[in-house]
């Protein structure tokens, strides 16, 4: 048993203190609520909250067998999978790109984050006139290039990369300005140094951009997962999860069996289990990604 | 060092209990009890009304705030162009009415009001009156969220007899009457005369059957270019139903799902072959979308309600409205109604009915369908000398007697909709699934859905 | 000879460069500049065809009806207030978290940090009915306070302030203990002066989040007069109409003061995550 002194105890407590306020808040309105979600998730009841069934674990066992959850998790894990290397790479790519000091680099910095700003609300209302095949000016343009307008959103093929172009339209910059940082944050000698040794530009972006970034790119990464784990805004707004539930996701799924079905239990269970698979992925994305950090030392 | 903890947390939650004190009673309380005084210069109703009516206001609410008056709010989802002459009613109904009733409305998006509406009615936090489709009763008088109104009826509050038949049976649940009509629409085929002239054809004269229908639109699509007719799918007052029932078939009949009848494998066969085959339209739109083409003047035929005619007026597009044609087996249109309920939770019963009785009086309904073009929600004033200044009125009235409604008194109709008719209808026109087929899962699931 | 191809490689990709990133800049701007220009045009002539970006009538009808079709003023306040008071208290929880997690020492730190990490994990959707039940047992539906409490900190802006703690130099503390100042006074007057960009970063962050923020005050309130700009803004949104013209000058209106926050503090804004270093 290790004493403490009188100090270090009393630094502790000060600690503690200084943390109390957001523990508090995040316990007595982020967990307990996800606690009482959890008792939801085993539980049948009405629009009224009346007529309380438990279920033990049948809303779970429905789960497994209910092809509505697993074509949402179908899209939601294509949304990902699709959104994540496009935010990343389009971010890293441009960021490289304008690294340099000048006037249109900066206008170019604020430009991009633009889009971040605004309401995906807005956002998504904007892009679904401007996609429309009959009066949206972007079909009207690629009309003009001979290209065929087709009506994406209500095209079961084309709807889930619009509703990924809009999100990746939106974000990039976000994640852009972050990456530019980091990238700010490596010293210029390791260039010079590996200059000298007589490396060009794409093996000085492999060998020492990437790697000096990755706690950077890491937290982005993981962010961008967990982010696009729980797209809704433009899905809701562009498409409510068709068509023929193309693009419904699973907190679409979720929101629908909550409000449209007024199956709030079932809705829990679904909640549930997207909590656990957006944690296990992040945790496995970040692990991964950290344990590359520690090899480089 | 646990004990400390402890201690900190306790000090914490007591802290937040503390300031949750505060907001009950204390902070709350003012801001609740400020806030009419301050802001009610702001409030919806009197958006539009000019500073004095504003002062008035306030000294009248300032006397008589001490417990006389009540006040009853009012949740609904009309944010569209019948807003304002929504608002202006509500708004003399305050100024003139003799027991101190005072009418609060919230009006907000559909998609909103649905989900405000599943938080706030379990706990009790909901309002005095609610407006919504009449499909939705199902949903919400099952599980006691309404509250019966049948002696409202019987009382002669609201007169019976003069409510439309249609509307009549669908303001029902379970035998017992749980709305009062707030406002009925039909939907009739709304025709671009510039369009007719273009394609060759006499701008004054709809079609009258299917094949009239199917012959013009052809016609537009060879000689102009333009989309000659269309129905929205999905997101939109129902449209297909209109030729479901047309060729004598339905989807829900007697409690048993018939939606892969014989007869609508045919009707739809035939409509998805001339939509999608004969590109007569876009084969799978919402209802935004399809207004948005006729007004754009892209589209020449379709089914709407009178919702649109000021939107179409003001948009400078030559158009008429004409009768749905008639179907192989009948003449018949899609009716929509929506009702106004009082909440199981509202304890202003006597304001409520007076409201109530209030706007389906004779001379109420006949400013809200002059200012709305909707016909009246009374069979007994379509002949009142003032709804001649609107021509649209007395074409919207006149099926309403003949008309149905669509997925009437149903627990779920939103995820029979949505679960089953849509994809089905996605299926056949955006993916060419063989009729039947797609017909026959379909109503699998409605059975499920309905059990 | 050799000199010109590298001279002109060097030449090929700035020019490449300057066409990508003009392209780029071009896509991001131009549904701005539709909106900007369709909030001026006439409804009816924005729906047309072909669609062109600056024909038809324009005007400021858009503007001027939508101060009168909702409460538009009182929407703007409720917003500002919102947004205001939940950034500044979250930014106070946040940086004190934020500090203690990088700094100081306590029993259960890795654990309580995995936890608040957590979180950001969750989405609102699953929490949301159970809160609103927790918020109307407490009686704080419809007030402020209640809006505020649940956001009054949050997962990635202490994230952010413990890695710019992380970041500072070591012997920050010792310097300020040899002078005899308590760990209050220490955060106070040494730590918080540094940190101003990634402050004023953070603000930025908390602001627009809150400020575009749709489902949870629609959520907190019944009362439409604690209503926000995005739930007023959705007034104009219906199953069958949607008013271009009308949304389009609400969303300008709206989007004006966070943009201008931004513009503003840009420098500061781009400092602050430098700062970050946003180190694992």
Redesign the interface.
Known sequence: MKTKSLLEKKRERTGLLFVMPSMIIFTVFVFVPLIISFVFSLLKFDMMFNHIEFQKLDNYKKLLGDGRFWNALWNTVYFTLFSVPLLIGLALIVAVMIKKKGWFSGFCKSVYFIPAICSMTIVSILWSFLVNPDIGVFSYWLSLLGVKPINVLNSPKWAMPTVILVGVWKNFGFNMVILLAGLNGIDESYYEAAEMDGAKGLQKFLKITVPMLMPTLSFTIVNSIIGSFQVFDQVYVMTKGGPLFKTQTLVQLIYSTAFDSFNMGYASTIAVALFLITFLVSTFTFKKMTRGEEDLG | ?KK??LA??LA??M???A??G???TG??GQ??SA?PEA?SA???EE??APAADNATEDNAEAETNNGEKTVITFWN?F???D??TLEALVKEYNETNDKNIEV?????????F???L??????G???DILAMATERIG??A????LAAVDDIYSSGIVDETVVPETLKENLKYDGKYYGVPMNFATLLLYYNKTIFEEAGLDPEKAPETWEELEQYAQQIVEKTGKYGFDMAV????PMWCIMLWGNGGDIIKDGKAVFNSPENVETVTRWAENIRDKKFG????????I???F????LAMYFCGP??TN?FT???IDYGVAQAPKGPKEQVTQANAVGMYMTSSSKNKEAVYDFFGWWNSKDTQVKWSLGTGFPPARTDIADDERMKENPYIAEFAKPANESKMYLQQLT?F??VD?QAI??AF??IL??NADVQEALDEANAVIESLIQ | MKINTEYAGKYVWKVIRIVALGFLAFIVLYPFLWMLVTSFKAEADIVSFPPKLFSGRFGLDSYISIWDRIPFLKYYKNTIIFATSVTLVSLLFDTMSGYAFARMNFPGKNVMFLLVMGTMMIPFQVIMVPLFVEIYKFGLINTYVGMLLPRATNAFGIFMMRSFFVSLPKGLEEAGRIDGAGEFRIFGKIMVPLCKPAIVSLFIFHFMYQWNDLLYPLLMTTDERRKTLPAGLATFMGTHVVEYGVIMAGACLSLLPILIAYLVAQKQFVQGIAMTGMKG
């Open positions: 060092m400390r903890l900190c947390m914490g939650v802290a937040v209990s300031l949750a505060c907001g009950s902070n709350g801001e609740q806030a802001e702001e409030n919806t958006a539009e989802g944010t569209g162009s807003r304002e609060q409305m919230d009006i907000m998006p559909w998609d909103s649905y989900q405000k599943a938080t706030a009615l379990p706990v936090e909901g309002p949903s919400y099952d599980p006691g969220a999905k997101d939109t007052t876009p084969e799978v739109l919402t209802g935004g979308e207004d948005k083409l007004e754009s003047q892209k919702w649109a939107g003001n948009a400078g779920n939103a995820e949505t849509v994809p996605e299926k955006l993916e």
